[in-house]
T-cell receptor
Framework: NAGVTQTPKFQVLKTGQSMTLQCAQD?????MYWYRQDPGMGLRLIYY???????DKGEVPNGYNVSRLNKREFSLRLESAAPSQTSVYFC????????????FGSGTRLTVV | SQQGEEDPQALSIQEGENATMNCSYK?????LQWYRQNSGRGLVHLIL?????REKHSGRLRVTLDTSKKSSSLLITASRAADTASYFC??????????FGTGTLLAVQP
């Protein structure tokens, strides 16, 4: 019962580098999300995918792109990393967008220097 | 910007005491959820209460919802050291994804 798996767990990037955060869920959930968590800011939604084949912007989408590769996988890409993107990134999934609890991955701690 | 705001920001109690955390929000909601986050870990879903419900229980957890005051409370009874964590409320609209508050840091002293 893996739930939501995120890779990598830790990453250090130089300003301007690119990288993709991977997320996979094995619960047959329709909806998937990417959040970032910064001290004192709580969790802020970056992008979400209500169902396979759809993606939508959240509260803080600038500097990020996403791909819903299939029902299981939802990746987050940083095309040109900036120090302001230093954060802990969480992927989550749920049966549907509304009226269901979310299952979270264990997070990716990203530092951009 | 966050939809929910938790109060207090930090709470320290002794083992065996009850802990109460409050959440206020601004717009109408379809449901409100509470999550726990242990240090360095992902969030864990605790309980969901729908807008037409006033109270819900799950083990040692009791959640209330007052839609007229746009507020919710989470009560943890007979707290244990293992309850030490951050607690977040999150609000969901009729068609919208969850928006999280900034959390309450609970410390339960053994």
């Amino acid at each position: 019962n893996a739930g939501v798996t995120q890779t990598p767990k830790f990453q250090v990037l130089k300003t301007g580098q690119s990288m993709t955060l991977q997320c996979a869920q094995d619960m047959n959930h329709n909806s998937m999300y990417w959040y970032r968590q910064d001290p004192g800011m709580g969790l802020r939604l970056i992008y979400y995918s209500a169902s396979e084949g759809t993606t939508d912007k959240g509260e803080v989408p600038n500097g990020y792109n996403v791909s819903r590769l299939n029902k299981r996988e939802f990746s987050l890409r940083l095309e040109s990393a900036a120090p302001s993107q230093t954060s802990v990134y969480f992927c989550a999934s749920s049966v549907e967008v509304t009226n269901y609890g979310y299952t979270f991955g264990s997070g990716t701690r990203l530092t951009v220097v | 910007s966050q939809q929910g705001e938790e109060d207090p920001q930090a709470l320290s109690i002794q083992e065996g005491e009850n802990a109460t955390m409050n959440c206020s929000y601004k717009t109408s909601i379809n449901n409100l959820q509470w999550y726990r986050q242990n240090s360095g870990r992902g969030l864990v879903h605790l309980i969901l209460i729908r807008s037409n419900e006033r109270e819900k229980h799950s083990g040692r957890l009791r959640v209330t919802l007052d839609t007229s005051k746009k507020s919710s409370s989470l009560l943890i009874t007979a707290s244990r050291a293992a309850d030490t964590a951050s607690y977040f409320c999150a609000t969901g609209g009729a068609t919208n994804k969850l928006i999280f508050g900034t959390g309450t840091l609970l410390a339960v002293q053994p």
